[in-house]
């Protein structure tokens, strides 16, 4: 149970989560309490201001064919995800796109709603796709999921498609280009998947700090999804942010969700805090993705997260930080970089 002071302190801060993911092709209406972890009515009990949908797409054998159906599905998800802009059940949501936006959100009372797109393979080799998706509200795009696609090296290849250990020795030359349009377009570079190489080289490549929505420190948790010191010292050097997530697989090695807590949560922050200051980490869930754990199994238990982080010294300008500020301070840059 929280306590009064703990629970005000929560409700006060601009809360966001940078990733989630939605149901497809159908799924409960996101306006009434449902099974899956986040839904609009959890968001408002779990005092969860914004969240970060994905139009998720998985990775296929890279055909024409394939490639086209990714998109078509990408460009529904956007849609769907634009469609939770409304107001029932007593519950209003609305789909913000700019920090201002987001930052009124709050202000008002109201939930937020940002679209992204989760997976590159979703424009193929068609980078016009990614103004596409920009005017449909994308605010970042993961550049992979798990299996390299033609813009970068996945952090975990899929034999099962043909992968090798490495296609393109990170970024594709399209990888590149593909950075540059999303500059263009004030789309951030997501880093979460994608291989080591690639990280570093995205890190060179973009005008715009990377950011990494949904992964893990390495020292703590050997996993490939995760960022090692040098790749997370990187991340600091380029003014990133690394958002730790909630996948108990990422947070102790081959854990079982209803073994992690809130403090091994707690960890990753505070060691990222320790490696790179405090202005390079945020917080993010995965939820519907893979992500949950005994403490925070959906987004009504949001505030526990902060009574953990409470209890470990960060104050209310801190908390502030870890919850939103320092990610919004990154796509703001995104913002300005795109507007020069």
Request: aromatic residues 6%; glycine residues 10%.
């Amino acid at each position: 149970m929280i306590d009064p002071d703990t629970a005000a302190l929560h409700a006060q801060l601009l809360t966001l989560d940078s990733h989630i993911d939605i149901p497809w092709p159908t799924g409960p209406s996101p306006f009434e309490r449902g099974p899956r972890h986040v839904d609009l009515v959890k968001m408002r009990e779990g005092g969860l201001a914004v969240g970060f949908f994905a139009a998720y797409v998985p990775q296929q054998r890279r055909t024409p064919e394939n490639e086209q159906a990714a998109y078509e599905r990408a460009i529904a998800m956007l849609h769907a995800i634009r469609g939770m802009g409304s107001s029932r059940n007593d519950i209003t949501a609305r789909v913000a796109v700019t920090v201002d936006e987001i930052l009124a959100v709050k202000r008002d009372g109201v939930l937020g709603v940002v679209p992204c797109v989760e997976n590159g393979f979703s424009i193929g080799t068609d980078l016009s796709r990614l103004a596409e998706f920009r005017a449909l509200g994308a605010r970042y795009l993961t550049m992979t999921h798990n299996g390299h696609n033609a813009l970068a090296d996945a952090a975990i290849a899929r034999p099962d498609l043909g992968d090798g250990p490495i296609e393109h020795g990170g970024l594709s030359p399209l990888g590149r280009e593909a950075i540059g349009a999303m500059n263009r377009l004030g789309m951030l570079v997501d880093v979460s998947h994608i291989s080591r190489d690639a990280m570093l080289q995205a890190a060179a490549t973009s005008r715009s700090p990377i950011v990494a929505t949904h992964s893990c420190a390495r020292a703590l948790c050997d996993h490939p999804r995760n960022m090692d010191d040098a790749q997370l010292d990187v991340m600091g050097d380029v003014g990133g942010v690394i958002q730790i997530t909630a996948v108990s697989a990422f947070l102790r090695p081959k854990a079982k969700p209803e073994s992690v807590t809130p403090a091994d949560f707690a960890d990753h922050i505070d060691y990222v805090v320790k490696r790179i200051g405090l202005d390079h980490v945020g917080i993010s869930s995965d939820f519907d993705g893979g992500g949950w754990f005994a403490g925070w199994r959906d987004a009504s238990e949001s505030a526990n997260i902060t009574a953990e982080l409470a209890t470990r010294g960060y104050d209310r300008a801190a908390l502030a930080q870890l919850w939103g500020g320092n990610f919004l301070r990154v796509l703001r840059r995104a913002e300005e970089i795109a507007d020069g």
